[in-house]
């Protein structure tokens, strides 16, 4: 009976939880930026569904310096290309409690489109959906051709120069051999 009611808290506590992100989600997409939970699996659905030419995945975190710091080229790299169909996917790396300084951060960089939130809790089935070579360290992008293909990973601290220069590679060759 005891172990009953334990199952039926923690049915509830998740119940909870879920409502509470639906609920923060439609509250973000009337003013800031929508902050959507996302598993590896998801993210990769999202990377593979055709709307972009080429889709860049940021993995980052608030607490992170080096993410931080290349933070601003990857908005100015959005920026610059999305006209010729290159989209940036933010993917925070914090810690559920920390979802008031990330939407913060967003924000003070002007951050107006859907990002993301590592929802799952796995952290390896994470990295290694991903990308098995991919240590963990953050940050961490991904740059997927219009097929979904993953065709540039750079792990560590990046510049604008850097990650124009790979995206054009890709816009250029959009059908590597």
């Known amino acids: 009976m005891r172990r009953a009611i334990n199952v039926m808290g923690f049915v509830l506590v998740v ?21 959507i939970p996302v598993t590896a699996q998801e993210l990769l659905t999202r990377v593979r ?3 972009a030419r080429v889709t860049v995945v940021n993995l980052w975190a608030t607490f992170c310096q080096p993410c931080v710091e290349e933070f601003p080229d990857l908005v100015r790299l959005e920026k610059a290309y999305r006209n ?3 989209r940036v996917f ?12 990330v939407r ?3 924000q003070k960089h002007g951050v107006t489109y859907p990002t993301f939130l590592k929802a799952q809790d796995d ?9 098995p070579d991919w240590s963990g360290a953050l ?18 601290k990046g510049d604008f120069a850097l990650f124009e220069r790979l995206v054009q ?9």
Do not use: C, M
């Open 15 to 35: 119940g909870l939880a879920g409502s509470a992100w639906a609920q923060q989600a439609r509250r973000n997409e009337r003013g800031t930026a929508p902050i």
């Open 49 to 51: 569904d055709g709307k």
């Open 104 to 106: 913060r951060f967003l």
């Open 169 to 177: 590679e890709v816009l250029r060759n959009p059908n590597p051999e």
């Open 90 to 101: 933010f993917v925070s790396a914090d810690f559920d409690s920390d979802l008031p300084a």
């Open 139 to 156: 940050p961490a992008t991904f740059i997927y051709d219009a097929q979904g293909r993953l065709r540039h990973f750079h792990e560590g």
């Open 84 to 86: 010729q169909g290159v």
């Open 123 to 131: 952290d390896n089935a994470f990295i290694t959906t991903l990308h």
